[in-house]
């Protein structure tokens, strides 16, 4: 009987492989990585003061819900059409005679499609409204 004890010998790690996988890697990332682009236009944004409204002269409130439905001085409109809302500022701009509004405060939904908005601004400016504010809830307040 013969025993031999095979000594194991340790095993030798080839880094060729290695070194060309973590390679390509590196490639993919690189390739693959979008790259931002700063915008390098800088924009003076106007500032808001906090004066009163006249109360002989309150703007005309349009509200539009979620579902984009329209509400003018919290009366909801029987449709949703462009001619509809027309239609409304100047019944309320002639029921107000001597007090004209010249001014429209929109107060949209969070989740109101954008498209709804810009119907209501675009209708003010048909009517001859010009001045037209977007009404916003202050963040942190507590209301």
């Known amino acids: 009987m ?3 004890q095979k000594r194991w ?15 390509l890697l590196l490639i993919f990332f690189m390739v693959s990585t979008s790259f ?21 002269a309150k703007p005309i409130e349009i509200i539009i819900d979620a579902e984009g439905r329209y ?18 500022i100047e019944r309320i701009r002639s029921e107000a005679q001597e ?3 010249d001014s429209i405060v929109i107060s949209a939904d969070a989740n109101t499609p954008h498209q ?3 119907t209501a601004m675009d ?8 001045k037209v504010s ?8 507590g209301h």
Do not use: W
């Not at 209708?123 to 010009?130: E, M, P």
């Not at 977007?134 to 307040?141: E, H």
């Open 99 to 101: 007090n004209t509004t």
């Open 71 to 88: 509400y003018v001085n919290q009366k909801l409109l029987v449709n949703k059409q462009q001619e509809t809302l027309i239609k409304a």
């Open 36 to 56: 931002t682009h700063q915008s390098e236009i800088t924009v003076d944004l106007p500032e808001a003061s906090a004066t009163p409204i006249d109360d002989e």
């Open 9 to 23: 010998e340790d095993p030798e790690i080839s880094l060729a492989g290695l070194i060309d996988v973590v390679f």
């Open 2 to 4: 013969n025993f031999h």
């Open 116 to 118: 709804a908005v810009v």
């Open 123 to 130: 209708a003010a400016r048909q009517v001859g409204i010009f």
């Open 134 to 141: 977007l009404a916003t809830k202050q963040v942190g307040s």
